[in-house]
């Protein structure tokens, strides 16, 4: 098993920045591919960013593809996200996963999930 839990959402204007962090505790999360999902009210939950466990593979969402970064550090069992130029449309809750083997970008493939941490952005 493993525990994640986000933290870094709040309250941002467009253009603004925010870093969400995912702090994994339980099995080592390094043996395991991390993401990042979204889910606006009314939406689906969709895929953000992945990383491989050893940070070599990583895929975004074209949606945030030059503004948002993930990144991860092994020694201290967190991944990050690093949203910059926000914009409205980001706002959603914000989910941490997690899954053995290769990252992929659909959520029924991740085994673990935290409670997520609320992001909005203000025009």
């Known amino acids: 098993q493993v525990q994640l839990v986000e933290s870094g959402g709040g309250l941002v204007q467009a253009g603004g920045s925010l870093r969400l962090s995912c702090a994994a505790s339980g099995r080592t999360s390094s043996n395991y591919a991390m993401g990042w999902f979204r889910q606006a009210p009314g939406k689906e939950r969709e895929f953000v960013a992945v990383?491989?466990?050893?940070?070599?593979?990583?895929y975004y969402a074209d949606s945030v593809k030059g503004r948002f970064t993930i990144s991860r550090d092994n020694a201290k069992n967190t991944v990050y996200l690093q949203m910059n130029s926000l914009k409205p449309e980001d706002t959603a809750a914000y989910y941490c996963?997690?899954?053995?083997?290769?990252?992929?970008?659909?959520?029924?493939?991740?085994?673990?999930w935290g409670q997520g941490t609320q992001v909005t952005v203000s025009s």
């Open positions: 996963a997690a899954r053995s083997g290769l990252p992929v970008k659909t959520t029924d493939y991740y085994s673990f």
């Open positions: 990383i491989s466990r050893n940070s070599d593979i990583t």
